[in-house]
């Protein structure tokens, strides 16, 4: 029984030739167990390199770089966008995310013929629809979709202006070199919505004063209605729309009260950033790295070593400290394999991007090279969901 689970796992993460990889795009990239990584590359703006560590049966985390006309049209405007997509209950939503979201700025960018906040903040709309639309579809076969969500942290950078957008608890750190004493410093870029933070706490009891249990101390883990610790996402259908909130729903995810507002909410929170000649670098990387790495202990990493397989560099370091916090060896950690591998640390995402003034500087109507990657080398057909999906039983970050 258990070694017939076990194929049926392995079957649904095998490579397969169906699987659509996009046109005259870059999907270059190496495995190594668990680890996929693409030491290097180059993007409108100057280089970049990524990493993905697997941990759960199924890869929750979904990442891409996308440079070259952020527009429908191939006149541009022209730059790099990135994301990172950390799923929880299943990879559904990450995955959809990687395959509508892009597509949306794009579409947005050429009705309003420029990139800007309002552009973002309607792909993530758009995308959020999608989803909802596709858990209404799917609920009277597959209820339990309306308790997978993911968290979207998205980097745009064009025209010189960095634009950041954030769902969740992954996060964005530029590294800026400093004239005076030769030092970088780590800056965080990206704002975080996890109840572990008491603003997000008290944004929650503001928005809700009438729940005194809208955040539950729950294991010693403060949790949205005590089932989940981000309180913004794409997804998570069950605390935002009451109709999802119900038999057939497990009854762990399903609340004694009925709710009026939603409880979680699909709002991202943007950040708009004029690149400076001594910003140096971007570290893009889903909570896994930042559970181990503080932020200036990120920048040091890459400022220390070239920048070829920074990324994977950033993961090592990671999964040595999640290895020595287990007082093991990183040599066992590693032989450890997928689903097990979760109770030693989650799925891990980084991109580092480096922003070289002489590229940032040029106009967004240089038409550059298109790239087009996503990390894990998991490259879905548009439209579809994730093959052999087994929810997990936590709908939680």
């Known amino acids: 029984m258990l070694s017939g689970l076990i194929n049926f796992l392995r079957a649904c993460f095998r490579p397969r030739s169906d699987r659509y990889v996009p046109r005259n795009s870059d999907t270059s990239g190496h495995q190594d167990g668990l680890l996929w990584y693409k030491d290097h590359g180059h993007h409108f703006n100057g280089e970049f390199s990524m990493a993905v560590v697997q941990a759960n049966n199924l890869l929750e985390d979904m990442s891409q770089i996308e440079s070259g006309s952020l527009s429908v049209h191939e006149s541009g405007p022209f730059g790099t966008f990135v994301g990172i997509y950390d799923g929880h209950g299943g990879p559904e939503t990450s995955r959809f995310i990687a395959d509508h979201l892009f597509l949306h700025l794009k579409r947005f960018t050429a009705e309003q013929q420029s990139m800007s906040v309002d552009v973002i903040r309607k792909a993530y709309q758009a995308t959020e629809e999608g989803f909802v639309s596709i ?55 990206s704002a975080e919505h996890n109840a572990c933070i008491e603003s997000v706490r008290q944004e929650l009891q503001a928005m809700h004063p009438d729940d005194s249990r809208i955040v539950v101390l729950k294991h010693n883990v403060w949790r949205v209605k005590g089932l989940i610790q981000i309180s913004r996402s794409i997804g998570d259908v069950y605390l935002k729309k009451a109709e999802f909130n119900r038999e057939p729903l497990y009854a762990k995810f399903r609340l004694r009260e009925p709710f009026e507002r939603p409880i979680l909410s699909s709002e991202p929170s943007i950040s708009v950033h004029q690149l400076q000649v001594h910003d140096q670098f971007v570290i893009f990387a889903s909570d896994g790295l930042w559970e181990h790495l503080s932020n200036q202990e990120a920048v040091d990493i890459v400022q220390r070593h070239p920048r070829n397989g920074n990324a994977r560099k950033l993961l ?55 790239v087009s990657i996503r990390g894990g080398g998991v490259n879905l057909r548009p439209n579809s969901l994730a093959p052999c999906t087994m929810l997990t039983e936590a709908g939680n970050n």
């Not at 950078?157 to 800026?176: E, H, K, P, Q």
């Not at 032989?335 to 580092?352: E, L, N």
């Open 135 to 189: 858990v209404a579809e799917q609920w009277p076969m597959n209820p339990q979709i309306a308790a997978v969500g993911s968290c979207c942290l998205v980097g745009v950078i064009c025209s010189g202006t960095l634009y950041i957008a954030n769902l969740g608890d992954s996060r964005a750190v530029l590294g800026r070199a400093v004239k005076a004493t030769g030092d970088v410093l780590a800056i965080q870029l």
């Open 316 to 370: 090592k370091a990671a999964l040595l400290l999640a290895a020595k916090k287990r007082e093991m060896r990183y040599s066992d950690l590693k032989k450890i394999d997928r689903g097990v591998r979760r109770h030693f640390h989650d799925d891990i995402t980084v991109i580092v991007v480096f922003l070289d003034s002489n590229f940032v500087s040029r106009a967004s109507s240089s038409k550059p090279p298109k």
